[in-house]
């Protein structure tokens, strides 16, 4: 079974194989259009096989051909009826596989086949989910770019259509491998695509934070998003609600580029989303209001939930062929004001708390300028006096793939009582730096939502600011204005630089030394006078005698035990999943529970552990627990797949197989557990090898350096660059050259001998070398297929927790480290007093004249 990593990275390297200079934006639109045609075909042919009966997929296609001449229109309109759509044999993709292998495939196949599939679905009730999913606009065959004549346009198709031949995209949808890979394709393309990124993506770390906020907070039925690009919102939210409430959720988004609209849909569907619950509209948004309720014309539907992230400071928001919107319009009326003709923010903000239902919540993406600007403070002020706005979450720069902008999150709802403040977050500072871009990772995700959640006030974090305090601030929403950053910097201290001594008032600051080793760091102090005391120990000593206390090493020792809990409560868990189980919902229960457990220590940073299991999930967890869930877990660490490397480079670029990999249990496991013994034997041989190297190297350095009384016997035997200067290796043909010439018993032949034997030596021992491993090797990939239940739980548990009890022991330190690291940056300050300076610069001085006095000058 191939894992879902393991098609995203071969879609993705094919696409970059196959695009070649087209605009990554616009080949989007070709890859993901016939990825989801494939879709179609498999779904026709899988809906076949089950109405008639079929036991197998062997000869499937040719049954359904069979089937066609004898039922024609009877077969269509059956599959029609289950699955809103039909796709005739002749139009399959499967056609097209075959016309490709026998060498009958035309370009124009692939047309007729979008355009019947239109003329298919044009008369159903199910058209308006299927119309012009594969229309010219997006779909566009002749397209120079594609390639500059039809034979290479009909070469690159052709390479497209084989890219998916072998996946089923039934079976992968079953498991949302097909959804998942279909969105980080999409996400891929957005990293390519420059500014045209934000006309159809939503980072997906951005989408986390309103969906799990959303979740959480609110019961859902219904969700829109009047700005839907690809539907990644809609779908984020959705992924964190149980199965049930999922599959009762209606999903409703409208979308201005029609290429854009289209990759909504076909997400939604590859997601599992069924067509009746999914209203997507291809329309302008600020236009003409949608969706209009049916039973009240003239009134907006209103949600349980509203997400959505609009083009940033659209000025071409009330400009469109229809006549420009007025404040008469029903989303604008309450606020008495329109947003201004070149800032469009507020507008689509109007536009989704005008759809937001009295108990529902609202998400919105929009940049930091809207919490500030003087031109839209009227709208905050009616916002503010409406009380609607729940919550402002400032995220940091730089996290889309088209802008460095900083945005911020509003959370927004209708039912808030008049007294509830509003919750003000900076978590600009929370991220990590990946290639050009910041990221938010989990544990800094977890944080927004906890702090929001819970409604928590956070030193430096976060600020729940009364509706006066914002009043006074002029309804300046500004996040700076309400947040203050802690200030990490230790102030100088005058007398302290004067007269020496580290001021006690800054150890007060060292909170988790104070708390867990008091009497250490007292006895480690000298008083010198009031105020000031000097370090009796060097730091280095302190943080031995602090590591080792008893209160540390009870507090590590609780931690683990902890963990062990932990790690005995989900180790049979994870061995246990099915096809059934939710792995979503189970990587959230382990991340909630180690966070909880780590919550009781003090000095412990919760979301710091958080991290370490959501690493272990990206890492290893999501794709061995598909596996696990397909196959069972004793016959997933039974089974092996193979090793593919890339050989050459250029156009000679290949893949070829080296061996084999357990498809769960890494070979590097089995090697140290089960092969210790040739382990052992391979690492003494490299050490046998290390230390000839490093004779060899003594001599090397030695013949480079006319001072030693090998270089004239070994400098003509060192190898020579082109510039014929000396390199770090000797070259065995004319080390035995030169040692045929010499003669025996002198120094020079001393000299070459013990470099030839010492060649010799290593030579022979990389061969063994060589050979160790390759038996290693052969050893393992027979052993995967024989690994005992016993072996494999051993070995499964050490690499999924082998290391996380160490990891979350170290957090424990950390603190305490931290703690110790500005105690040696005071001590360091205020080592040296001012005047002893003084002294030392006098004394350099002094020197220097009386070194002046003696020179003479001839």
């Known amino acids: 079974m191939i894992t879902s990593d393991e098609i995203k990275r071969r879609l993705w390297d094919g696409a970059n194989n196959l695009r070649g200079t087209m605009d990554a934006s616009r080949y989007k639109d070709y890859m993901l259009g016939l990825m989801f045609y494939k879709f179609l075909s498999d779904k026709t042919l899988q809906t076949f096989k089950e109405t008639a009966g079929l036991t197998n997929d062997a000869n499937l296609l040719d049954e359904y051909r069979k089937a066609h001449e004898e039922f024609g229109e009877d077969l269509d309109n059956n599959i029609q009826q289950v699955l809103g759509y039909h796709v005739a044999p002749e139009h399959l993709y499967q056609t097209w596989e075959e016309d490709i292998e026998n060498g009958d495939f035309e370009l124009s196949e692939v047309m007729d086949s979008l355009n019947a599939f239109e003329r298919s679905i044009a008369t159903t009730d199910d058209s308006d989910d299927f119309k012009g999913l594969f229309s010219i606009s997006v779909i566009d065959l002749t397209n120079t770019a594609l390639g500059s004549d039809l034979n290479k346009r009909s070469k690159n198709i052709r390479d497209l259509i084989s890219l998916f031949a072998d996946l089923n995209m039934v079976d992968l949808q079953n498991g949302d491998v097909l959804g998942d890979a279909y969105e980080y394709l999409i996400g891929q393309f957005a990293s390519d695509s420059g500014k045209k990124a934000g006309e159809f993506y939503t980072p997906s770390q951005v989408s986390e934070v309103i969906a799990q906020i959303i979740a959480r907070t609110t019961d859902i039925k219904s969700i829109y998003d009047p700005t839907v690009g690809s539907g990644s919102l809609l779908l984020t939210v959705g992924k964190h609600l149980s199965h049930d409430r999922q599959k009762n959720l209606h999903y409703y988004g409208q979308e201005y580029i029609t290429a854009t609209y289209n990759l909504t849909r076909m997400n939604l569907l590859l997601h599992g989303v069924r067509p009746e619950n999914m209203t997507i509209k291809n329309g302008n948004t600020m236009s003409t209001d949608w969706p209009e309720d049916p039973s009240h014309p003239g009134e907006g539907v209103q949600f349980d939930a509203v997400v959505m992230n609009p083009p940033y400071s659209d000025k071409s928001w009330n400009k469109h062929e229809d006549k420009p919107l007025k404040v008469s319009d029903p989303r604008f009326s309450e606020f008495g004001v329109l947003p201004p003709d070149s800032k469009g923010d507020f507008a689509y903000l109007m536009h989704g708390l005008y759809h937001l239902s009295q108990e529902g919540t609202m998400g919105i993406i929009l940049s930091h300028g809207v919490l500030s600007r003087d031109t839209e403070g009227k709208i905050r002020k009616r916002l503010i006096e409406k009380n609607n706005i729940d919550a402002i979450i400032g995220l940091p720069s730089n996290l889309f793939t088209n802008t460095p902008i900083t945005v911020a999150v509003l959370i927004l709802k209708k039912n808030r009582n008049l007294q509830d403040p509003v919750l003000i977050i900076d978590a ?383 957090l424990v330190k950390y603190s305490l480290e931290y703690d110790l690291q500005i105690l040696q940056e005071l001590n360091d300050r205020y080592s040296e007093t001012i005047s002893e300076l003084d002294d030392e610069i006098s004394k350099g001085e002094s020197e220097f004249e009386a070194l002046l006095k003696d020179l003479v000058v001839k």
């Open 428 to 810: 600009s500072s929370g991220f990590i730096k990946v290639g050009k871009n910041n990221i938010l990772r989990e544990r800094d995700i977890a944080k927004i939502v906890d702090t929001y959640v819970n409604k928590k006030e956070i030193a430096g974090y976060s600020h729940l600011a009364a509706r006066q305090e914002i009043v006074t601030n002029e309804y300046n929403l500004n996040i700076s204005r309400y947040v203050e950053q802690v200030d990490e910097v230790i102030p100088e201290d005058v007398d302290a630089h004067l007269l020496g001594g580290i001021p006690k008032k800054n150890l007060e600051n060292l909170t988790v030394l104070n708390a867990m080793t008091k009497d250490l760091l007292d006895n480690s102090l000298e008083e010198i006078r009031p105020g000031y005391v000097k370090l009796k120990v060097s730091v280095e000593e302190l943080k031995q005698q602090v590591m080792q206390a008893p209160q540390v090493q009870n507090e590590i020792n609780e931690v683990q035990s902890a963990v062990q809990n932990y790690i005995h409560k989900y180790y049979p868990r994870l061995k246990q999943v099915t096809p059934d189980t939710n792995l979503t919902d189970l990587k959230a229960k382990m991340l909630d529970d180690i966070k909880a457990i780590l919550s009781q220590f003090i000095n412990v940073d919760q979301y710091a552990g958080y991290q370490i299991v959501a690493d272990l999930w990206q890492n290893c967890l999501e794709a061995d627990e598909e596996l696990i869930a397909a196959k069972g877990f004793y016959e997933s660490g039974r089974t092996r797949k193979p090793n593919i490397v890339e050989k050459g480079s250029g156009n000679k670029k290949h893949q070829v197989q080296d061996g084999w990999l357990g498809a769960i249990v890494p070979n590097d496991l089995i090697a140290d557990e089960l092969y210790s013994d040739m382990q052992d034997h391979i690492n003494d041989l490299t050490t046998k090898s290390d230390d000839i190297e490093s004779k060899l190297g003594d001599l090397i350095e030695a013949a480079k350096s006319e001072d030693t009384p090998e270089f004239d016997a070994l400098f003509d035997v060192i190898k020579k660059n082109d510039d014929d200067e000396p390199q770090d290796s000797f070259e065995n043909k004319k080390v035995k050259s030169a040692l045929k010439e010499a003669t025996k018993g002198t120094d020079e032949y001393d000299y070459l001998h013990q470099v030839s034997i010492l060649m010799s030596g290593k030579r022979k021992i990389n061969r063994e070398i060589k050979k160790a491993n390759a038996d290693l090797k052969e050893a393992i990939y027979a052993r995967i297929e024989q690994l005992t239940n016993d072996e494999i739980d051993r070995l499964m548990k050490d690499k999924w927790f082998g290391n996380i009890k160490s990891s979350v022991s170290e």
